[in-house]
């Protein structure tokens, strides 16, 4: 693990004058980029990859993108995440923006959603000849619940024997930028005023003994990867108190994390690329692959 003082870290950053919070449709109604390839690695609608290149020769530096919706594709897919795709294609990135089942999908839900973001993240390296990208070093990106779901993969080698999501050589995560994610599931199943509600996680994890075990993210860690958890002060969906807590656990386990609390932010502007979120999530990212 490199060094990088992060285990300590509680970064606060300033606010714009004049702030209103962004509404879902100051964003939705934009116009949308469009990805340069598209790939499937199932049968199923939502089992795709969107693939967006930079100009210029490969192979290039690599972000894997997860998108949130409360774990529900009926809130949310991965076209949600266009807007920060393109911009990363612009800064001379590629974006691997994965889809999956949501919950309210036939076969998603435990273990389908976690199979289907595994299988999503496993094409990439599948597929990175062909799209000239980078694998020694993969930073993902996680929105919401995509931050839950970008932290899982980099726990997916951590994952107990006995899982049905244990795999052989899952591929390697290096470092994860969650972005009002919502890491331990028992937490957000045991708080009523979080945006997702607490229904949801029954759906998500499955009825089993011990159905966290493999599922949520504290009972992962230590990680041993670069975290650094994104959090607006105004968010409504995720309260700073879930960041928070999961923070402390992973600095007590000894992993490298961050805290970055960004005043005069809401749910929203954690994914609008002009905001001020997004401009230090970018810098995050940047300091991720040195």
Known sequence: MRALAL?????????????KPLTWPDLTRRPRPAPQATIAYGAAPEQKVDVWLPT????YKT??????????????????????AQDLRGRG????????????RPGGGYPGTFAD??????????????????????????????????LWLAG??????????AARDPLPIAAVVSLGGLPDLEAVAASPDNGCGTEVIAKLVGDRPDRFADTSIPRLLPLGAEQWIVAGEDDKIVPMRLSQAYFEQARAGRDPVALVRVPRTGHVE??????????????????SFE
């Not at 994914?271 to 970018?282: D, F, I, R």
């Open 93 to 104: 990135y590629a974006v691997w923006n994965i889809d999956y089942r949501g919950v309210d």
């Open 270 to 287: 954690l994914v609008a690329p002009e905001s001020t979120a997004w401009k230090q999530s970018v810098a995050l990212i940047a300091r």
């Open 7 to 19: 285990a300590a870290a509680l970064l606060f950053l300033s606010g714009m004058a004049d702030w």
């Open 56 to 59: 210029g020769p490969g192979p």
């Open 63 to 84: 972000v894997l993108m997860v998108h949130g919706g409360c774990w529900q594709t009926d809130i949310a897919d991965r076209s949600l995440m266009n807007w920060l």
């Open 117 to 150: 973001v595994a299988a999503a993240a496993d094409a990439l390296a599948a597929n990175a000849a062909r799209f000239e990208l980078d694998t020694k070093r993969i930073v993902a990106v996680g929105h919401s619940a995509g931050g839950h779901l970008a």
């Open 156 to 165: 997916r080698a951590k994952l107990p024997a006995a899982s049905a999501l």
